[in-house]
């Protein structure tokens, strides 16, 4: 039987886990699709600059963004998991 603290973390976790790694996905890949199927990242923005190179830098500025919001979230985690060890530890199991 898994503690009401062991749910909570995969729950926590989970929810933020799948929607990050959509997001991620999807904004990843809109990319290739747009510069292989249409014209819509070929403006200029600023002399030979494109779209399609913004977007690219912002596929960066997005994957370092969403890992500090995870090492951030993680904190939160590793509360829990110290808690989660307290609780097994105090009933006489084997705590790491």
Same mark, same amino acid.
């Given at each position: 039987?898994? #503690? *009401?603290?062991? &749910?909570? +973390?995969?729950?926590?976790?989970?929810? $933020?886990?799948?929607?990050?790694?959509?997001? /991620? !996905?999807?904004?990843? /890949?809109? +990319?290739?699709?747009?510069?292989?199927?249409?014209? *819509?990242?070929?403006?200029?923005?600023?002399?030979?600059?494109?779209?399609?190179? !913004?977007?690219? $830098?912002? &596929?960066?500025?997005?994957?370092?963004? +969403?890992?500090?919001?995870?090492? #951030?979230?993680?904190?939160?985690?590793?509360? +829990?998991?110290? &808690?989660?060890? &307290?609780? $097994?530890?105090?009933?006489?199991?084997? #705590?790491?």
């Amino acid at each position: 039987m898994q #503690s *009401s603290a062991f &749910q909570s +973390l995969i729950a926590q976790k989970r929810n $933020f886990i799948v929607p990050a790694t959509v997001f /991620f !996905l999807v904004f990843y /890949f809109i +990319l290739p699709i747009l510069t292989g199927f249409t014209t *819509s990242l070929n403006g200029k923005v600023i002399g030979v600059i494109n779209w399609a190179y !913004l977007y690219a $830098f912002a &596929q960066f500025i997005m994957t370092w963004g +969403l890992c500090h919001l995870y090492m #951030s979230k993680a904190n939160g985690y590793d509360k +829990l998991v110290d &808690q989660i060890k &307290q609780e $097994f530890g105090a009933k006489g199991a084997k #705590s790491e």
